[in-house]
């Protein structure tokens, strides 16, 4: 099969795209073939056609070979971008020997990829992609004593420490990504993390791998006595013809390997020939941890565990500057600390414009530039001792630094995730450059990281690049992301000289390149001047044992594309112009720059906590996260084989996005991709006929008033049994769900047919959103008097007004606009006045506090709205009388009314997002109220999504029963269910015997019936 060039115009510096690569070579060794070097895309033809359909007769797993699939591995978390040919997603080894056997007939290189977060281009590539993540994950055994664990390589790093740490076992290296990325990942990156410190690379914890070679050979690698190796050359055939290369490549550069390999404690660039050295064992899987899926593919994995503090204590230690922190690394390990890490003041500076864990900070000691330094122990005690040990130490010394130990562990997390969004932090900051991985993690030894962080600086100086410095400080690896200029021919000449003079730097120092995220395309070209031309043709003789035809991940560590090849962006990219709804005041106004949003760190991946991705929790597909939607966002917009807004691919993506706005809440970079949902189909639909639901749903508003003139009749057709199911099938409702009843006396009809009361008091608008108004008044009754109660005024709009909340889920963006257009003239005098409106459904007080903005940036009415506009729990918490315990109601200082009952508390995905739960958690408390904040993600109704019917119905169902209802149907029955969102009171109330209540009814409950609550 010929593989060819696809001309993007994005790849070189000149602004040219590359010409096709011719290369022969033959040094005695190995030869390459001539034929064209794989670059961007595989030539349309039937040779792929034939591939595909080979494949799918072969496997049992999956084959995906259309533009979207292809489009969603495109990229990772690095500068560069190549098509692969297609992606295979196999169910168990077997599927991959004989998709790799597929591969081998059709002559296509193969890559297989872990969570796609890689940083230096090493998974994307003009390849057939294996995705083991959805399948090809778990734990097969955990051995305790020996302290060892069998894993598949699609398996989640913490889901192997989550079982490991039940024996107080832990596999040692840990990523800031170690919730979603994949031990394959990890071997083939020779990741390391915080921790490494205490255990180690990724190459220092591997025992035993099993691996397949493109040619089919299947067989287990590790340590290797002389004997064994002997024998295994005697046995000869493929594999001793493989370990028989393997000792002829030791025996020739054992010495030059001692002499030119960094002695540091974080060398990830190049091969570890070092592993063949009889010294090290002659370890043939550690030789092969951090190949880059150059060599072979993992089948399976036996790694080391190593023991895990039953205690850790958190010591911080402030600086003038992150120099000064880098000078005093070597006397702080000698404290013998578990972790060890740094980060700067440009850092705090950058979290702080994007908003990003401002209360977190305030807990950093005095200073410019800190280590965040863990020891561990068996109790708290000794951690405690050990961490006050090394303060008594460094305050004997030199210059001592401003210390604080921290006791809480809230505390201590905090400050762990102010370290662990270092990446997030840097990327997408207000009113700075773009920033780009590139020389984001070199590495040198400790007791040199203060002098080479200054001439490191003065690089960046003279080149006029201003990154944060942070990272690993305990093994002295350097995190940076850069503002390179990417997009301009002048920009990537000085991207590359830097390059040049930054390499030459590390190899002064005689450090590594890379430090943790490896060599890929970012680096490799640049690895002669680490290890010398002798070493890299042993390289290149490494790779040849393992893979002879050069398809295993090709132009990746060995004969590698120049560093300015295949990027995703390049002189010649220019952002497509598109004409929106919404404004993306974040993003320049510009939609392209908004969905380019996205860095790829594969946070989205998480298969549990947070709210991002619920649909990703249940499908395991990459379509299925908010990065793969970024990704054919940006596919689509750049004009490649996706046909733009009419694109269906992405249509079917975007169709299980529940629009939680998790993304913009979770996400490092704030994705949102609720938003993007919306203005996409918008476009989509535009001319067209959406589907039923859209018009039952989405246009609830106004079925919502019509229902109300005759409630009798309406819940005649909705609650009967024959004729609710003609309604559903009508509607698009899946004939699963329950369609709500209409209240028979609405809440504005409630409110205006009775007197005024505290005339003259201050005045609060109460929302009165579409659901609490028609569907379920009592909560919106409940409200009102409990804002009476504290001395307020409630008044609501005379017009019957609607924010627009459904319309965005079916992309009815002038309609939505239009509504608050007539919100905001017909609120004009109270906004005006600065009344403040208090909203009791999440997902429309976010319209208000998100949507508006969005739609409306520069128009000071929108911005007042917005500002005046609060969730109930925000507003009533008051002010703090002086006991933390006690909260003052409103104008009359009332106390908040104690209830003593235990709660089980669901947030609303809006509430998380955008909002906060800082409100509802500080109301429950100052009622005391033993309330459990469930870590419940999405309930998965989503408003419309989860009434709808098919996929999304079955989708909602299962992203209720990850979490939330679960923990609702074990809830004590003498416990309260509070949940804000209509819609999670609706997914609670249909699929279990239980029903929610608003946080408005609980503390109403408590002030009519007192701390015991209402009887039964």
Not at 105 to 129: D, E, F, K, M, W
Request: contains cysteine; charged residues 25%; glycine residues 10%.
């Amino acid at each position: 099969m010929q593989y060819v060039e696809q001309e993007t115009g994005r790849s070189t510096a000149e602004g040219r795209p590359s010409e096709p690569v011719q290369r022969e070579i033959d040094r005695g060794v190995i030869r390459l073939p001539g034929e064209q070097r794989v670059r961007l895309a595989p030539a349309a033809g039937p040779e792929v056609e034939a591939l595909a359909a080979d494949l799918s007769r072969a496997i049992e797993g999956e084959v995906r070979f259309t533009a979207g699939d292809r489009a969603l591995y495109a990229t990772d978390g690095s500068n560069y971008r190549q098509l692969p040919i297609g992606v295979v997603v196999p169910r168990h080894k077997h599927d991959v020997i004989a998709a790799v056997a597929a591969c081998r007939r059709h002559g296509a290189p193969i890559l297989a990829r872990g969570g796609g977060t890689s940083l230096a281009g090493q998974t994307c590539n003009v390849a057939v992609v294996l995705d083991f993540s959805k399948y090809m994950r778990g734990v097969l055994e955990l051995d305790r004593a020996g302290k060892r664990a069998r894993v598949l390589p699609g398996t989640v790093l913490d889901t192997l420490r989550g079982a490991a740490n039940e024996f107080d076992l832990t596999f040692a290296p840990d990523p800031s990504t170690h919730e979603y990325c994949t031990l394959g990942g990890m071997i083939g990156n020779n990741s390391c993390g915080v921790h490494s410190v205490l255990g180690g690379r990724t190459v220092d914890n591997v025992h035993e791998l099993e691996v397949l070679t493109y040619d089919g050979l299947r067989l287990r690698v590790g340590p290797t006595s002389e004997e064994e190796l002997d024998a295994i050359v005697r046995e000869g055939g493929r594999r001793g013809r493989i370990y028989a290369e393997l000792r002829a490549i030791r025996d020739r550069y054992a010495d030059l390997i001692r002499a030119r390999y960094p002695r540091i404690p974080r060398r990830v660039s190049g091969y570890n020939l070092d592993e063949l050295l009889p010294e090290n064992g002659f370890h043939v899987a550690r030789a092969l941890v951090g190949t880059e899926c150059t060599c072979v593919t993992v089948l399976e994995a036996t790694l080391r565990l190593v023991d895990w503090p039953r205690s850790r204590s958190l010591l911080v230690l402030g600086y003038p500057d992150v120099f000064s922190a880098g000078d005093h690394v070597p006397e702080v390990l000698r404290s013998g600390p578990i972790a060890l890490e740094g980060l700067d003041h440009r850092l705090l500076e950058y979290m702080h414009k994007k908003g990003l864990h401002e209360s977190y900070l305030r807990y950093l000691p005095e200073g410019r530039g800190f280590l965040l330094v863990e020891f561990g122990g068996d109790t708290r005690e000794e951690s405690d001792a050990r961490a006050r040990a090394a303060m008594d130490a460094l305050a004997r010394g030199p210059n001592p630094p401003s210390m604080k130990l921290y006791d809480d562990p809230d505390q201590e997390q905090a400050l762990w995730e102010v370290r662990k969004s270092g990446l997030g932090a840097t990327a997408r900051v207000p009113g700075e450059p773009d920033t780009w991985p590139g020389w984001e993690d070199s590495a040198v030894h400790p007791d040199n990281l203060g002098g080479y962080l200054r001439d490191l600086r003065a690089l960046f100086d003279r080149h006029g690049y201003h990154p944060s410095l942070y990272g690993h400080f305990g093994q002295a690896c350097v995190h940076c992301r850069v503002d390179f200029d990417l997009v301009t021919a002048e920009g990537i000449r000085n991207w590359k000289s830097f390059l040049d003079e930054a390499t030459d730097l590390v190899v002064r120092y005689n450090g590594s390149f890379s430090g943790e995220h490896g060599d890929g395309q970012a680096r490799a070209q640049f690895l002669p001047k680490m290890y010398g031309e002798e070493l890299i043709e042993a390289f290149r003789r490494f790779k040849a044992a393992w893979d002879p035809d050069f398809r295993m991940n090709p132009g990746k560590v060995v004969d590698p594309y120049d560093v300015t090849e295949n990027l995703r962006l390049g002189a010649n990219f220019r952002s497509a112009a598109v004409e929106t709804h919404f404004r993306f005041p974040d993003d320049d106004g510009d939609f392209t720059r908004a969905a380019q949003r996205c860095v790829g760190v594969g946070k989205c991946r998480r298969h549990g906590g947070g709210t991002m991705c619920p649909s990703y929790m249940v499908t395991h597909e990459e379509e299925h996260t908010t990065r793969g939607r970024a990704r054919l966002l940006f596919e689509m917009l750049e004009g490649s084989e996706l046909r733009s807004f009419r694109d269906d691919t992405v249509k079917e993506s975007l169709d299980l996005c529940l629009a939680c706005k998790g993304c913009k809440g979770e996400c490092p970079v704030n994705v949102d991709m609720a938003t993007y949902k919306a203005e996409f189909l918008s476009h989509y639909y535009a001319g067209r006929l959406r589907p039923r639901a859209a018009y039952s749903m989405g246009l609830i508003h106004w079925w919502a008033r019509l229902g109300q003139r005759a409630p009798g009749l309406a819940n005649l057709v909705t609650q009967t049994p024959a004729l609710a199911a003609i309604a559903k099938k009508i509607a698009g409702i899946a004939p699963e769900r329950s369609i709500p009843p209409f209240a028979r006396t609405s809440f504005r009809q409630w409110f205006h047919g009775r007197p005024r009361r505290n005339a003259g008091a201050p005045q609060v608008l109460l929302w009165p959103d579409t659901f609490n108004d028609h569907f379920f008044p009592e909560t919106a009754i409940a409200a009102t008097e409990v804002l009476e109660w504290a001395g307020y005024e409630v008044i609501v709009p005379e017009q019957q007004l609607c924010c627009g909340r459904p319309l965005y889920d079916f992309g009815f963006l002038k309609t939505a606009r239009r509504l608050l257009r007539d919100v905001m003239g017909a609120l004009r005098d109270p906004i005006e006045r600065g009344v403040p409106v208090v909203g009791l459904e999440p997902s429309c007080v976010s319209v208000f506090r998100d949507e508006l903005r969005g739609l409306f940036p520069d128009d000071p009415v929108a911005s007042r709205l917005r500002e005046l506009t609060h969730m109930f729990g925000d507003f009533l918490k008051g002010a703090p009388d002086g006991d933390p315990g006690r909260l003052l109601l409103g104008p009359r200082g009332i106390e908040l009314p104690r209830l003593g009952r235990r709660a089980v508390v669901h947030g609303h995905c809006h509430h998380k997002a955008i909002l906060g739960m800082d409100g509802e958690r500080e109301v429950l408390r100052g009622m005391g109220l033993d309330a459990e904040l469930l870590d419940s993600g999405c309930c998965g109704m989503a408003g419309a999504f989860g009434f709808e019917e098919g996929d999304k119905y079955d989708v909602s169902i299962q992203c209720g029963e990850r979490v939330l209802l679960p923990a609702v149907r074990s809830a004590p029955k003498d416990a309260l269910v509070v949940a804000d969102g209509f819609s999670c009171r609706e997914q609670i109330q249909q699929t279990t015997d239980r029903q929610a209540l608003h946080l408005a009814q609980v503390v109403r409950m408590a002030a009519l019936h007192g701390p015991e609550g209402p009887a039964g």
